[in-house]
């Protein structure tokens, strides 16, 4: 085979070759992604990855997510680890035990490899972390001004043992509304690195894999109705697709819901209601009233969940508004979000 | 809930509120891609899809492809096509009967919704048409350039029976190597529509989803040592990763090879090898040569097999080369594609 010159990770940068399927490409996949993500089932080396089948008796569970945040590193995070923490926190929030990751990658044209190298080491890692493996991939590349540095696709798949398994359309009037942690804090990380906004105590994004969480959660067993991470759009956002889901209504308490104090003074500063402030590390638990300080109890025993709090109750409504007492003793009503408050935020 | 207009298919376009995660988010989500793609799981509605376990007793196979193809139209599909029958067949490269799909969307920023609605349709359809669910998706908004219009990440599940599997380590010296129709058609229909060159019988994609074909060989019971569709890169990459897993020679027959008689004027015209040209619905397949026969009876019964041709050998080389008899008599070697010939060809 013909001499090819080693990929040079401190100048070099991507170009169309490296998207052509062949020795450019053979070359990129041997020299950092296999390298990067190793493991049995990506060493196969075929189109695909062979997987065993999980245990009998459950179910599995596949979800997807294209990742396109700007900047592609943020405080606290980048796009890489960001892609891998948030299919693992959807396929999570099914109630399921993620295993397995594939990764798609489109990079534009121009791309410096260090940053690409720096990005596939930030999702290898996190994929240790969370005891996931990235077992299958793809590459592309577009060219100048047709992408954004780079945009990465990830989809997971876990297993979902027999029982009840949370479902958006299984709160129920009565039910507690549980909060993992603080709102706010991934969105408000990237909108101060895009705007280049100081404060005395930096924001970092929140991201992480919150299988673990659902897991020490799972062993309360509490059955646990409905499970979602607040993403793009918000815990109101969130809160009102599972209204729709459940048709029910939700009454929020403003005063219980936990908020970095230096992301609040952001909020503040900047407008924004942390209602429809994305989150990647945090999650919405929602059960029978009776079972909550169970369920706290074991959020706040796991590190992604000390700062859990009840924050509302399910109420009967055919409206399925969610509305929240203010911290000053009124009534306001949480809608969804409508237009785009922050845009390519995960 | 306030009212929200319709979305206009005939006259409207992607605005980066669609992305928001919020009201415009789920508007599209239901009217376009829920309501198109249509199934059991889908209608979960939440994070994910909850599956049922495949037969006990096989293996899951999992396998991803980002797609960036450009022109979004052409001779013979699409972008969204493309996406669905790309995924497919690596899944059926696998050996494997792909069973779900996920798909994720970047949209770019003024993308008009009737070409977003023709390409759902057109993903659905070729879904349907190859007995696939699209059960899980996710969809992005990315400003006017820095996207092309949309790229769609696919991901499969299949699941693979026990026994042998093809792989790309399995060729060995002595094996035939089977090609199953015309190189080149999907790489020359997407350069005819890009450089808008005419000719008297117009280049079709050859796109199509390759599981039946696939299914149809393994009813022959000839153990497939390798099976692998020649895409970017065409064949003669697709042989020399082949070559190299294996660890072994090959020689190709170039008078053996089928191929579409517009497809050779037109490669000769612009200076293209065939051999270098991408496919999206072909396959090699290498079997020992005893079982040649049987395997292309099978090939040749079905459809997408018709053209199947015997088109060399595997042979003993240390050096992994693939070489090819020309039609004078000659030997050339057949390296790897090097540099990149037709860019976002996939």
């Known amino acids: 085979m013909s001499y090819v010159k080693p990929l040079d990770f401190k100048h070099g940068r991507i170009d169309m070759s490296h998207g052509s399927g062949g020795r450019a490409s053979a070359q990129l996949i041997e020299s950092l992604f296999a390298a990067a993500f190793d493991n049995e089932f990506l060493r196969q080396g075929n189109d695909g990855a062979v997987l065993p089948l999980p245990p009998p008796d459950c179910r599995l569970v596949m979800s997807t997510d294209a990742h396109v945040v700007s900047p592609l590193f943020f405080p606290g995070g980048d796009i890489g680890s960001l892609s891998v923490h948030g299919t693992i926190n959807d396929v999570a929030m099914m109630g399921a035990t993620p295993l397995w990751l594939s990764a798609s990658f489109i990079l534009e044209e121009g791309l410096p490899l260090a940053d690409l190298q720096r990005i596939v080491q930030s999702m290898a890692d996190a994929a240790q972390e969370a005891g996931v493996a990235i077992v299958t991939g793809d590459t ?43 709102l706010g804090d991934h969105g408000m990380a990237i909108l101060s690195q895009r705007e280049g906004l100081q404060f005395d105590s930096p924001i970092r994004s929140d991201s992480a894999s919150l299988h673990g969480l659902v897991a020490a959660m799972q062993t309360s067993s509490v059955d646990i109705h409905v499970l979602r991470d607040p993403t793009r759009g918000g815990l109101a956002t969130t809160l009102n697709e599972i209204a729709r889901q459940s048709k029910v209504g939700m009454l929020l308490d403003e005063a219980a819901i936990p908020l970095n104090r230096t992301v609040a003074a952001a909020c503040e500063f900047l407008g924004l209601d942390p209602l429809y402030v994305a989150n990647e590390g945090k999650l919405v638990a929602i059960c029978r009233a009776e079972d909550a300080d169970k369920l706290l109890t074991a959020m706040r025993a796991h590190p992604l969940g000390q700062a859990a709090a009840l924050i509302g109750q399910v ?22 979000l409508t237009g785009e408050q922050l845009p390519r935020i995960c």
């Not at 540095?149 to 949370?166: D, E, F, R, V, W």
């Not at 109420?315 to 306001?332: I, K, N």
Request: glycine share 16%; proline share 2%; charged share 25%.
């Open 140 to 182: 592309k590349v577009v060219e100048r001004n047709k992408g954004d540095g780079m945009y990465i696709s990830t989809t997971g798949i876990g297993y979902l043992a027999k029982g009840n398994a949370p479902a958006g359309s299984r709160a129920r009037a009565g039910d507690a509304i549980l909060l993992s942690g603080t």
């Open 315 to 336: 109420v009967v409504d055919a409206s399925c508004f969610v509305e929240m007492r203010t911290r000053l003793g009124g009534r306001r009503m949480v809608d969804m």
